[in-house]
């Protein structure tokens, strides 16, 4: 119960890695808000938290709105008493060749990974340092943060920015003794994901150097690592949960 006493909001939370870390968070003893533009996927995995004896609340919200960012701060305080906990999850991927991306495409990736991480922990952000006793934000970011993808422009500049606005977070909320730090998913097996995995399967493409596709779990079991008094001295960083992807290619 390494989460016993403590509040959670996770956007992106209606399914995937989200809705992962919501019920890995639920099983340590966090109660739990979940946000996701997918209410009925948002209210499934709130059923799911409360399955876990922890309160569970889901609120609809579009993390591209500075309105809907600050509400879902504001329902989780009013519903389940404070924040110590945000996961910044939510995200979107378009892919498509460079020469071919879409202004559209570009703008929505963007917006949503970017942007709606800037909105999103900037209102959590507040929250924290008006109730004084610290807290932890978790960044989304991605093994694109670090390697070059084909056709992923918009999705690789938007994890690669959230990888640095992650250290500048970290570095200015210090005093206030809130944590800032980035997972860095590889391959995992989500709905996000799905299409890819197909494709590398079909062409045979390397996985990970550990030869596997990642679940949500492998990341949740970081996030609440990343969520816990154990972390108290990390800050700042990005942890690759990836299968050595990160690093290069498996030998054949």
């Given at each position: 119960m390494r989460l016993a006493g403590k509040v959670a909001l996770v956007t992106g939370g209606a399914s995937g890695i989200g809705r992962g870390v919501a019920i890995r968070f639920a099983e340590e003893?966090?109660?739990?808000?979940?946000?996701?533009?997918?209410?009925?996927?948002?209210?499934?995995?709130?059923?799911?938290?409360?399955?876990?004896?922890?309160?569970?609340?889901?609120?609809e919200a579009d993390v591209t709105s500075r309105a809907d960012c600050e509400r879902i701060v504001r329902e989780t305080v009013a519903s389940l008493g404070k924040l110590d906990i945000f996961v910044a999850n939510a995200g979107i991927g378009r892919g498509?060749?460079?020469?071919?991306?879409?202004?559209?495409?570009?703008?929505?990736?963007?917006?949503?990974?970017?942007?709606?991480?800037?909105?999103?922990?900037?209102?959590a952000a507040r929250q924290m340092m008006g109730q004084g006793h610290g807290g932890r934000i978790i960044t989304m970011a991605s093994v694109?943060?670090?390697?070059?993808?084909?056709?992923?422009?918009?999705?690789c500049a938007s994890k690669g920015a959230v990888r640095m606005l992650t250290k500048v977070m970290a570095l200015e909320l210090a005093p206030h003794r809130i944590t800032v730090n980035?997972?860095?998913?590889?391959?995992?097996?989500?709905?996000?994901?799905?299409p890819l995995i197909e494709m590398m399967k079909a062409?045979?493409?390397?996985?990970?150097?550990l030869g596997r596709v990642g679940e949500p779990k492998d990341v949740a079991d970081l996030a609440l690592f990343l969520a816990s008094d154990e972390a108290d001295y990390v800050t700042g960083g990005i942890i690759f949960v990836d299968g050595g992807l990160a690093i290069g290619p498996r030998r054949r």
């Open positions: 003893g966090a109660d739990v808000a979940v946000a996701d533009v997918n209410r009925q996927g948002a209210e499934e995995t709130a059923a799911e938290v409360r399955r876990l004896q922890t309160r569970g609340l889901a609120i498509a060749p460079f020469l071919e991306l879409a202004e559209d495409d570009w703008e929505a990736v963007i917006r949503t990974n970017l942007t709606g991480v800037f909105l999103s922990c900037q209102a694109a943060a670090e390697r070059a993808m084909e056709w992923m422009a918009a999705y980035a997972i860095g998913p590889g391959v995992i097996d989500t709905p996000l994901a799905a062409a045979q493409a390397e996985i990970a150097p």
